[in-house]
């Protein structure tokens, strides 16, 4: 039996949902983000926009100078978002029992086995295409190949509103025209060295001599590059699986080497990864530093927790400590990134647990601070994540 993964990637999600909810802004520019008077960057943006070179993580500032006078400003609804994207996942589920939610807004499905009772792969996607259509009222981009890699690709080769099928035997024709920037892990600096090797679409990586591109651009990367200009990908799909990590990182435009630059940046990251571990129920031990230098090495740094915990402030501070203690202070940071792994769901809190043995005042989880965050994400949930976010304690 041929395997079928097919990935559903909704059209500029959260924009099309404001536009749904409300029809006078259908057909206008729109940012979901901040207002154009404030300090922020746009979170995503309807493809009205997208028309004026405006993109997601733009600056608010840029974005504004780009669009004319009607574009549409909102705040996120997080969520609302959340709400719509739980009735996709579940209609997804009467086509297929094996589907693998990969964000909010996309998902895998195994349709393996289902040409029998619906029809060839292009006829499973457009009946999924008109479930989501039906069940909320939004277009999806679909894409359905022998793997993950090629059904990603699919989707995004014809949005928005798209339908593409791979068989097995059309993979390489369908591969070999695309730009290396297709690939996955193409980073800031390996573009340019691949193309200063003269190798522009996925073609000439499949033709290159791979002990060149090791020696270029290390075994790890080259070996994954390679494989995927063979189409080589997974074709598993786990639904309903945890998630081993969660993490946030940002590549600056500029290295930097200011320290409250990459402390703001680190205590950014740690509310991006707190947030999504509370609202799973989920407390971590491990915390992960990740720095990308401006020599393009890598390096990673964890710490063990005395408790778990999915406290902010917590996150920040280890990660900060681990920074201090790496001695790369004063080398230029391209990459900075925080991770949280090592679950304990719902454990209970230590505050409750060590009341009679003080500890550190960060591995405490008392209920004030509980309390605390869940103020915060819900101000975040209604009014979007950049409305209220902790701030760094200056020093006199």
């Not at 960057?41 to 669009?67: D, F, H, K, N, W």
């Not at 651009?217 to 081993?244: E, N, T």
């Not at 402390?263 to 990308?292: F, S, Y």
Request: hydrophobic share 40%; glycine share 8%.
């Amino acid at each position: 039996m041929l395997r079928w993964i097919m990935h559903i990637d909704l059209d500029a999600f959260f924009a099309s949902i404001e536009q749904r909810d409300h029809p006078e802004w259908q057909g206008r520019p729109l940012v979901v983000g901040a207002a154009p008077s404030q300090r922020g960057v746009v979170a995503t943006c309807s493809y009205e926009a997208r028309r004026y070179g405006v993109r997601s993580a733009m600056p608010i500032s840029q974005a504004s100078q780009r669009l004319p006078d009607d574009a549409v400003y909102v705040r996120p609804r997080m969520a609302h978002y959340a709400a719509v994207s739980k009735q996709i996942m579940a209609a997804l589920e009467t086509i297929s029992p094996v589907v693998e939610q990969a964000s909010v807004d996309e998902a895998y499905l195994d349709v393996s086995g289902l040409e029998r009772l619906i029809g060839p792969p292009g006829t499973i996607g457009r009946q999924a295409k008109r479930l989501i259509k039906h069940t909320v009222g939004l277009t999806a981009s679909v894409g359905i190949g022998p793997n993950r890699l090629i059904a990603k690709l699919a989707s995004e080769y014809r949005k928005p509103d798209g339908l593409m099928a791979v068989h097995p035997n059309e993979v390489q024709a369908f591969l070999d025209p695309m730009p290396i920037s297709a690939l996955r892990g193409i980073g800031p600096r390996t573009a340019p060295t691949l193309r200063q090797m003269g190798l522009e679409r996925m073609v000439d990586i499949r033709q290159a001599d791979p002990a060149l591109l090791e020696k270029r651009l290390g075994l790890r990367l080259a070996r994954a590059i390679i494989s995927q200009a063979y189409g080589r990908g997974s074709d598993q799909v786990q639904p309903h699986s945890v998630r081993q990590s969660i993490s946030k990182a940002t590549t600056f435009e500029q290295d930097i080497v200011d320290p409250v630059r990459l402390r703001e940046t680190l205590l950014w990251a740690a509310q991006e990864v707190g947030r999504p571990a509370r609202r799973e129920g989920l407390q971590g031990t491990t915390i992960t530093l990740k720095i990308r230098l401006g020599n393009f090495k890598t390096l990673t740094r964890q710490r063990k927790l005395p408790a778990p915990t999915a406290d902010d402030t917590v996150f920040y501070r280890q990660a900060w400590a681990l920074y201090q203690e790496s001695a790369l202070a004063g080398k230029p940071v391209r990459l900075l990134g925080l991770g949280l792994s090592g679950w304990q769901h719902n454990a209970p809190s230590q505050g409750d647990l060590f009341d009679e043995r003080p500890g550190p005042p960060e591995h405490v989880q008392t209920p004030r601070r509980v309390r605390l965050f869940q103020a915060l994400d819900g101000i975040s949930n209604k009014f979007g994540q950049n409305a209220i976010t902790l701030g760094l304690r200056r020093k006199r």
